[in-house]
Structure formats: structure tokens, C-alpha cells
């Protein structure tokens, strides 16, 4: 996985075109942000990692609770 | 010819340097402070379907609900601070499987507790960050507290900038110690009283691809260790460590014509439990008339079950749970947001269906009778003082 991981990112970012900072304008807009809705996303991860059993993946763990 | 770097240019840079960082505690970062201070209220409705007769002894049952309210602030200090607080608040109450026992057809059924279960939850996590000409770093402290669970969590995150602004580095570390006192009533608990402590540590990189498309790669592990048994489930035996590896990837593509934004998320996870598990996740933001904003989004889910997941309890093995989550079987979500902006305020709606299902796994095991479908609607307001 590691190695599919690597071979990815080496593709992704050799494929990359130079964009100058007033050329991002569109990166900029707010539904193109990794989250667009934290709380949302806050609370959809903690149910999935309570009713799975995987968690993580995009950030350290945070607090635990006794989710049932 | 090159156009000078004005004071225009310079708050796009700010804002796409901001759309670059990748959320390396709970949330998405900024690498320029904020400029005016926001806040949010939050309502969220958590419900689970009720368990069907043929899986459970003693007839249908009603599961689990949770009413939830969520409050957010963030503002900016001094020159180049900011600080964030965060208040969740939950009541849970309902019913969840116990044990699973075997029906007099041989095939397994599940004995619930009995919506026996009341709890609220109140969470408070506060994060301070400091921002530099190419980055900033966060610390954050997070303190949940329940009737049988306490939890003191403390992480710290950075990010960094290459020189170019194209590639964002980032990294974060979180450590949570975590006491179990477990509610005595009428059915019996695995631990009067234990600790468990969790420690994690990820590592990122987001690059981007064209004027229009973004990426992003994680690396996360933890490691948890101390009383990992759930400890009202009946014979529930785990080890107390576990070892927990994440890779993750994303993408961000704007279409002009339609004006909408494609997000494709993935995961794969993998632990010394045997779980192995990959999560794909898909949403279209679609821009519309009147500064209305709709997203319909899917997740797929799909994991392989535990080493010692059984349904049916051999006192010769050495672990042994019948937790349905620890079981082999594969989730489909969907769901809609609707979002609406006038002025400084805006209003968000959302509504999720999540169904599972052990024939709609990669991995085959047996098939869990506890499996949980649920609904989620959400309503949330938010406020930015200009």
C-alpha cells in the first residue's frame, strides 16, 4: 500500500503545472476546501469511527468517548 | 509578462494557501489568521433503525438515538493568533446488542440490553495557532466527559509551505488518555474501572495539480493500549493493544461550465487485529442561482473482520468478541446538503442515510446480526463579524 501510496504522489506531483498565486483564485472559492463543513465532517467521523472499525487517516486522533 | 504582486494578489495567495492545508487535527487549517471572527450553532439528529424480529431474540427492538448540539467560534488575537473553541453536546438513549446467542434454527440472534441506556456526552476542545509568513502550528487541548467515560486529549500540528506555495507539508501528534468507569445497573460490565491511553501520529502532503485541481496524501499510525473490551457486551475479551496504520489520499477538481467542485476522498486502513477496511468517499458542491449551494455525496465502506470476531462464543479462545462492528460487511451511505448564504449569515441543511450489509463487502466472515443502518439530519447556522 505504502508503495502504491509513493508511486502516486511521485505521478501526481511530476504531472503538476507551475500556478502563479493570481492564478488560484479558483482553489481559493469555498467548495473547493479538503472540508467545507467542519462540524458536519466532526461529527460524520466520529459516528462512522464508532459504528466501524477503522478511524483516522486525515489527521492525529483526537479525544476518545465511550460511543456505543 | 508577469502582473506585479499587488494587495489583491496577496489575499488570493492568503485564501489559496488556506485551501492547500490539509486538516491535520479535526478540522481544516489556515495559514493566514482570520480575519474577522465566526461562530456556528449546530443541531444534528442521530437514528438508528430498529432491529428486525428474525435478528433478535425477544422480537423487534428499538436501537440507539442521539440529539446533538455543536457550537463553534473562531477569531482572530493579536497579530498572528487565532483561537478556536469548540462545545459539542449529546443525549443518547436506547437499546444496543449484548450478547449474541444461537436460536433454536442454529442460526445466531441478538439479545439487546433493553433501552435501558441514558447518557449525555459533553465535549470542549480549545486550539490556539500561530501563523508565520509560510505556515502556521496549532496546539489543542479536547475534553470529553460522559456518566462513564472521561477523556483528556492534548495535539499539536504544523504546516509549511514550499517557497512556490504549491506543496504544503504537514504533520501532527495527539496523545489522549481515557478513564472507563462503567454504569453498574442490571446487566453485568467486563471492568468496574480502567484506563486507556491513545497516541497518534500522521503526516501529509498537499500539492497543486493546475489552477483547477488539488491533491492531497496521509500517512497516519496509532497506537492504543489499556482496556480496548467494550465493557457491556457480554464475554467481550480484545487485547489491550492495538496497532493502527491509515493511508488516505484526496482530490478537488472545479468545473467551470457547471460551476461545481468534484471531491473523491479514499482510505485504506490496516491493524494488527486483522482489520483491513477501504472507504471511498464522493461529493459534487454544486453552485447555484442566489448564492445557493446543493451537494449530494456517497461513501462506500467495507472491511474484513477481526481476528477473534465470532458470532458464537468457544470459551477455548483466548479473545472473542461478537461486536458486530468488528465484523466483516460492507456500508453504503448517501445523503444531500443544502446550503444558503445572505449577508454575513449562512444556513446549512443536511440529511444522511447509511446502510449496511455483509454481502456488499470485498471481505467475506460471518454475517453479524447487529449490523446498524441509521439516518442523520443536521441543521447549522453560522455568523462571521465583519
Redesign the interface.
Known amino acids: 500500500m505504502k508503495t502504491l501510496t509513493s508511486l502516486l504522489m511521485a505521478v501526481v506531483l511530476c504531472g503538476c503545472e507551475t500556478v502563479q498565486p493570481w492564478e488560484r483564485g479558483i482553489l481559493a472559492k469555498e467548495e473547493m476546501q479538503w472540508q467545507t463543513n467542519v462540524s458536519e465532517a466532526q461529527l460524520r467521523n466520529q459516528i462512522y469511527a464508532s459504528k466501524e472499525a477503522s478511524s483516522g487517516g486525515a489527521g492525529a486522533s483526537g479525544g476518545g468517548c465511550g460511543c456505543n | 509578462m508577469?502582473?506585479p504582486?499587488d494587495e489583491?494578489?496577496k489575499t488570493?495567495?492568503a485564501?489559496?494557501s488556506?485551501?492547500?492545508?490539509?486538516?491535520?487535527?479535526?478540522?481544516?487549517l489556515a495559514d493566514a489568521q482570520p480575519e474577522f471572527t465566526e461562530v456556528?450553532m449546530?443541531y444534528?439528529k442521530?437514528d438508528e433503525d430498529d432491529i428486525l424480529s428474525r435478528k433478535a431474540f425477544g422480537g423487534g427492538s428499538e436501537r440507539?438515538e442521539i440529539d446533538?448540539a455543536?457550537f463553534?467560534l473562531l477569531a482572530p488575537v493579536a497579530d498572528q493568533w487565532s483561537f478556536a473553541l469548540?462545545v459539542?453536546w449529546e443525549d443518547?438513549s436506547g437499546a444496543?446488542p449484548w450478547f449474541v446467542g444461537e436460536s433454536a434454527s442454529g442460526s445466531p440472534k441478538v439479545i439487546m440490553s433493553g433501552a435501558s441506556?441514558e447518557d449525555t456526552?459533553t465535549?470542549v476542545?480549545g486550539t490556539t495557532r500561530y501563523y508565520f509568513d509560510r505556515g502556521n502550528a496549532g496546539l489543542?487541548y479536547?475534553?470529553?466527559d460522559?456518566d462513564?467515560?472521561t477523556?483528556?486529549?492534548v495535539?499539536v500540528?504544523g504546516a509549511f509551505n514550499s517557497e512556490?506555495?504549491?506543496?504544503t507539508y504537514s504533520a501532527?501528534?495527539?496523545t489522549?488518555h481515557?478513564d472507563?468507569d462503567p454504569t453498574q445497573g442490571t446487566i453485568p460490565t467486563n471492568t468496574l474501572s480502567a484506563r486507556?491511553d491513545?497516541n497518534?501520529?500522521?503526516v501529509?502532503?498537499?500539492?497543486?495539480?493546475?489552477?483547477?485541481a488539488?491533491?492531497?496524501?496521509?500517512?497516519?499510525y496509532?497506537y492504543r493500549d489499556g482496556f480496548l473490551t467494550?465493557p457491556?457486551k457480554g464475554d467481550d475479551r480484545r487485547p489491550d493493544e492495538r496497532k493502527?496504520w491509515?493511508?488516505?489520499?484526496?482530490y478537488?477538481h472545479?468545473f467551470d461550465a457547471p460551476n461545481?467542485?468534484l471531491h473523491v476522498?479514499y482510505?485504506?486502513?490496516?491493524?494488527d487485529?486483522d482489520?483491513q477496511?477501504h472507504?471511498v468517499d464522493i461529493a459534487w458542491?454544486q453552485?447555484l442561482p442566489q448564492n445557493f449551494?446543493v451537494?449530494p455525496f456517497i461513501r462506500y465502506?467495507t472491511?474484513h473482520e477481526?481476528e477473534f470476531f465470532y458470532n458464537l462464543e468457544d470459551p477455548s479462545y483466548e479473545y472473542f468478541a461478537d461486536d458486530y462492528?468488528?465484523s466483516a460487511f460492507g456500508?453504503f451511505s448517501y445523503g444531500l446538503?443544502l446550503?444558503h448564504d445572505f449577508g454575513d449569515w449562512s444556513i446549512?441543511l443536511?440529511a444522511?442515510r447509511?446502510k449496511t450489509d455483509e454481502s456488499w463487502g470485498i471481505y467475506s466472515g460471518e454475517e453479524s446480526p447487529g449490523l446498524?443502518d441509521?439516518w442523520?439530519y443536521?441543521i447549522?447556522l453560522d455568523y462571521i463579524f465583519r
Not at chain 2, 18 to 28: F, K, N, R, V
Not at chain 2, 267 to 271: E, G, I, K, V
Open positions: 508577469s502582473r504582486k489583491r494578489n488570493v495567495l485564501l489559496t488556506s485551501a492547500l492545508l490539509l486538516p491535520a487535527y479535526q478540522g481544516a456556528g449546530r444534528s442521530y440507539y446533538v455543536q463553534h469548540d459539542a443518547m444496543s441506556i456526552r465535549e476542545s489543542n479536547t475534553y470529553s460522559e462513564d467515560y477523556s483528556n486529549a495535539a500540528d512556490d506555495g504549491l506543496t501532527a501528534v495527539s489522549s481515557d472507563i486507556k491513545v497518534s501520529v500522521w501529509g502532503v498537499s500539492r497543486i495539480v493546475s489552477k483547477r488539488l491533491v492531497r496524501f496521509g500517512l497516519s496509532t467494550d457491556y493502527e491509515a493511508a488516505s489520499a484526496g478537488r472545479f461545481a467542485a476522498d482510505r485504506y486502513f490496516n491493524d487485529w482489520v477496511s472507504t458542491e453552485n449551494r451537494t465502506y472491511q477481526a462492528r468488528l456500508a446538503r446550503r446549512n443536511d444522511e447509511y446498524v441509521f442523520r443536521g447549522g
